[in-house]
T-cell receptor, first 114, second 113 residues
Framework: GDSVTQMEGPVTLSEEAFLTINCTYTATGYPSLFWYVQYPGEGLQLLLK?????DKGSNKGFEATYRKETTSFHLEKGSVQVSDSAVYFC?????????????FGSGTQLTVLP | DAGITQSPRYKITETGRQVTLMCHQT?????MFWYRQDLGHGLRLIYYSAAADITDKGEVPDGYVVSRSKTENFPLTLESATRSQTSVYFCASSEWTNQETQYFGPGTRLLVL
């Protein structure tokens, strides 16, 4: 079945450090890929998405490129801030059939220290 | 309030009791979803609904019941709560025309003793 594998956390960085959170996927068909973010005490919010190979999603300084050849969608940010502390979830969605569900990875906790 | 709301935000119950978690959205989104979030598992889909009176099972439906008599409401019922159902439950919704993006509620933290 479809699945998403994320690097395990927690990840702790100093402010202004470079961030990479790895995400790889297994899917039949051609999925859309997403990064969702969950701030403390809140529900998930869509951070960025890419719907086809080589697409780059970007938002709030975060970027991720859909790499079909390596089945990856790694999240990057050049300079993290304390306010980026959150749990980040990689997800995929297969756009076929009647069950258009999101499949989530297990999440990566990021803590940014001042 | 506009958006998607869940109630209660926190609930403590005992094994064997029936519990209903409420979800309400003001956007008239067609799709609604229930997920549970457990450490190490991320979010797992319990049930979803494509429209009023249309529901379907997700990955982990056992022990849960849903209904959707109105587009804006999607309650989740634990008929006889078990300790393994201790979790954080999230409701989400999405538009028919933009199913790529789901909007999540703030979650309900449930403890079953």
């Amino acid at each position: 079945g479809d699945s998403v594998t994320q690097m395990e956390g927690p990840v702790t960085l100093s402010e202004e450090a470079f961030l990479t959170i790895n995400c790889t996927y297994t899917a039949t068909g051609y999925p859309s890929l997403f990064w969702y973010v969950q701030y403390p005490g809140e529900g998930l919010q869509l951070l960025l998405k890419a719907t086809k190979a080589d697409d780059k999603g970007s938002n709030k300084g975060f970027e991720a490129t859909y790499r079909k050849e390596t089945t990856s969608f790694h999240l990057e940010k050049g300079s993290v801030q304390v306010s980026d502390s959150a749990v980040y979830f990689c997800a995929l969605r297969i756009s076929s059939g009647s069950a258009r569900q999101l499949t989530f990875g297990s999440g990566t906790q990021l803590t940014v220290l001042p | 309030d506009a958006g998607i709301t869940q109630s209660p935000r926190y609930k403590i119950t005992e094994t064997g009791r029936q519990v209903t978690l409420m979800c309400h959205q003001t956007w008239s989104h067609s799709y609604m979803f229930w997920y549970r979030q457990d450490l190490g598992h991320g979010l797992r889909l319990i049930y979803y609904s494509a429209a009023a009176d249309i529901t379907d099972k997700g990955e982990v439906p056992d022990g849960y019941v849903v209904s959707r008599s109105k587009t804006e409401n999607f309650p989740l019922t634990l008929e006889s709560a078990t300790r393994s159902q201790t979790s954080v439950y999230f409701c989400a919704s999405s538009e028919w025309t933009n199913q790529e993006t789901q909007y999540f509620g703030p979650g309900t933290r449930l403890l079953v003793l």
